[in-house]
């Protein structure tokens, strides 16, 4: 049974950076497809960040982060990661990682298996 646990989550300034990091347990992280999703309070669907293909590396970014968020992996770590730079202040939001995608989209309703979330706030 895949296990995945996120941590880095927290408080930052707006402009400021945060590095998310889910490490994955039970299965061999190459072997999946990898994602990032946000949820905000009162949205009932999970937003989907950035993702990434375990075949060729294709990487999907939301418009909404594109240059100043990173997707990244370490297999032999069993560990994938989201750097968030320029972070802007908004509603505080609570990110899951995610593995397993069987289909080849950036949506929550693809992926099988979740981490328990870490949330986010942007503030002054």
């Known amino acids: 049974q895949l296990q995945l646990v996120e941590s880095g989550g927290g408080l930052v300034q707006p402009g400021g950076s945060l590095t998310l990091s889910c490490v994955v347990s039970?299965?061999?992280?190459?072997?999946?497809?990898i994602g990032w999703f946000r949820q905000t309070p009162g949205v009932e669907q999970r937003e989907g960040v950035s993702?990434?293909?375990?075949?060729?590396?294709?990487?999907y970014l939301g418009s909404f982060v594109k240059g100043r968020f990173i997707i990244a992996k370490d297999n032999a770590k069993n560990t994938f990661y989201l750097q968030m730079n320029g972070l802007h202040p908004e509603a505080p939001a609570v990110y899951y990682c995610?593995?397993?995608?069987?289909?080849?989209?950036?949506?929550?309703?693809?992926?099988?298996?979740w981490g328990q979330g870490t949330q986010v706030t942007v503030s002054s």
């Open positions: 039970g299965g061999t992280l190459e072997d999946y497809d």
């Open positions: 995610a593995v397993d995608s069987h289909r080849p989209l950036c949506i929550s309703d693809a992926f099988d298996y």
């Open positions: 993702c990434m293909n375990r075949v060729d590396g294709y990487t």
